[in-house]
């Protein structure tokens, strides 16, 4: 936390930052209040600060997502930001592939909401779905049904049509 502190420049900041909130220590609240407060101005600066918390490997990490939606700083029409609270979470293995099946539901609703405004956007998310094949029974029967939902979607790009139904083939 110290060093958090005592950074004088970004990439010590923010990796200081990522080492407090991945490390879930107790002065990881604190932290990210400090670092929003000095840069909730700076949309570039603020993307990391999602994706840090997105990326997480502990089950925090979906509440981190749900609340940061809501947040003045995360607007679901600027591509970057996207990229940096849902695309971090659907690369955070450990929380998109939850046993819950929470993970799957999350990014496919994401998916369907956001083929309406950026289907290249939905369509990179959809291609998080890509280890279907690999993953053990369990999972496959948690993902199948998203993935079947996200295809029968009314309007459904072609973008995400494509991928998920490769990947379902």
């Known amino acids: 936390y110290n060093l ?57 990490a979906y509440e981190f997502v749900l609340k940061l939606e ?22 955070n293995k450990l929380q998109f592939n939850h046993e819950s099946g929470r993970g799957y539901t999350l990014i496919a609703d994401r998916i369907i909401e956001l083929d309406k405004l950026n289907p290249q956007m939905a369509s990179r998310l959809a291609s998080q779905y890509k280890d279907f094949k690999r993953l053990p029974s369990s999972l496959k029967e948690l993902m199948k049904p998203e993935l079947q939902r996200i295809m029968t979607t009314d309007g459904l790009s072609k973008n995400v049509f494509e991928i998920v139904s490769k990947i379902l083939a």
Request: glycine share 6%.
């Open 4 to 60: 958090y502190l005592e950074a004088n420049n970004m990439t010590d900041e923010i990796g200081d930052l990522r080492d407090l909130v991945h490390s879930k220590s107790s002065h990881t609240k604190e932290a990210l209040e400090k670092f929003y407060k000095k840069w909730k101005h700076e949309t570039l600066v603020m993307q990391k600060w999602l994706g840090v918390q997105a990326s997480a490997p502990y089950n925090d």
């Open 70 to 91: 809501s947040d003045p700083v995360y607007d679901k029409t600027v591509p970057n930001l996207v990229r940096s609270l849902i695309g971090q979470f659907s690369g």
